[in-house]
Each structure stands twice: as structure tokens, then as C-alpha cells.
């Protein structure tokens, strides 16, 4: 099993910064990828970041291309999202996952494991 726990969301005016984490334990080495997602009340989830841990290659969606980055510190065995210029469209939960699964780890489907979540609200 892999278990992961999100943190670092909060509330923020726009044009701030908030930095995402999600911590790992459990049987780890076999993750293939691991990605962040958000959903917004009402609206579908959306794919917001991946990363292959293999090679640390990363993907962001064009929605917050250029002002969200994503990375991993192998040796906490920590996600990071780092989240700058923040509008209120980013307003939403946001959810870290993991995948064993040789993929390209592109939908929700890939990701067998989940955080619970942590609440990213941007005023103004």
C-alpha cells in the first residue's frame, strides 16, 4: 500500500503563492508517477501536474503552465506543487496521487492511490 497526505493549502489574495506538499509512505518504490489533481465544486476534476518518478520528467496543464511547477525530493519521498501568481479560478481542492501502473499517467483512472485533499482558496 501507499499512503499519501497532502498539505500547504490555505488562503490566499490573488497574484500570491502557496507551495503544495504530499508526503509518501508505505511501499513506494513502485510508483511509476505521481500527479496532482484539483476539483472545484460542481465542476470536473481537473489533471493540474504530473511527474515520472523514473526520470523526473514533468508535465503541467496549460491552464497554469508558467506559474505552477511540480517536483519531487526523493529523499523526504515528498511532492511538492509550487503555486505562484494564484487567481481565484484556482480556487479548488487539491489531490495528490500515485500510480504503480506503466502508463502515461494522463487520467484519474491511472492513479490507484489518493490523498484526502487540502483546500486552496484564492481571493479577489
Known amino acids: 500500500q501507499v499512503q499519501l497526505v497532502e498539505s500547504g493549502g490555505g488562503s490566499v489574495r490573488t497574484g500570491g503563492s502557496l507551495r503544495l506538499s504530499c508526503a509518501t509512505s508505505?511501499?513506494?518504490?513502485?510508483?511509476?508517477?505521481m500527479g496532482w489533481f484539483r476539483q472545484a465544486p460542481g465542476k470536473e476534476r481537473e489533471r493540474v501536474a504530473r511527474?515520472?518518478?523514473?526520470?523526473?520528467?514533468?508535465y503541467v496543464a496549460a491552464s497554469v503552465k508558467g506559474r505552477f511547477t511540480v517536483s519531487q525530493d526523493n529523499a523526504k519521498n515528498t511532492l511538492y506543487l509550487q503555486m505562484n501568481s494564484l487567481r481565484p479560478e484556482d480556487t479548488a481542492m487539491y489531490y495528490c496521487?500515485?500510480?504503480?501502473?506503466?502508463?502515461?499517467?494522463?487520467?484519474?483512472?491511472?492513479?490507484?492511490?489518493w490523498g484526502q485533499g487540502t483546500q486552496v482558496t484564492v481571493s479577489s
Open positions: 496521487a500515485a500510480s504503480a501502473v506503466s502508463g502515461v499517467c494522463a487520467d484519474a483512472y491511472e492513479y490507484n492511490y
Open positions: 508505505g511501499y513506494t518504490d513502485s510508483t511509476h508517477c
Open positions: 511527474l515520472y518518478t523514473g526520470d523526473g520528467i514533468t
